[in-house]
């Protein structure tokens, strides 16, 4: 299971909210070739982990990734030019972002 925090789930459903997205979708993440992740809307598909908050989809994962992200958790930090989206991944100390 993929863990998210309190505060990376207010920035997805601000972001969800941004985009105008629709009441049945979410943001889906995809690992990307280079190690990175990116998110793009889409609607929940079977066997998806489906995080939600405060009655939004926040964030969608693919059981085609939920083995390879078991225990990651999706954080969130400040910058100075925006919030900034990552995925720790516990068992090999690395961090992914993306905005």
């Given amino acids: 299971m993929v863990n998210v925090t309190e505060r990376a789930k207010d920035v997805l459903r601000k972001k969800l ?3 105008g997205a629709g009441p049945e979708e979410g943001l889906r993440l995809y690992p990307r070739s280079n190690g ?3 998110l793009s809307i889409d609607t ?6 489906v995080v939600k908050h ?10 085609e990734y939920l083995r390879m992200l078991d225990g990651a958790t999706v954080d969130c930090r400040d910058e ?6 990552f995925v720790e991944i516990d068992r090999t100390g690395k961090n992914y972002g993306w905005r």
Avoid: A, N
């Fill in 36 to 38: 990175s992740f990116v």
């Fill in 80 to 85: 100075e030019d925006g919030h900034i989206l």
């Fill in 17 to 19: 909210i941004t985009c």
């Fill in 44 to 49: 929940e598909l079977s066997g998806d982990q």
């Fill in 54 to 63: 405060c009655g939004y989809k926040v964030l969608l994962i693919g059981v």
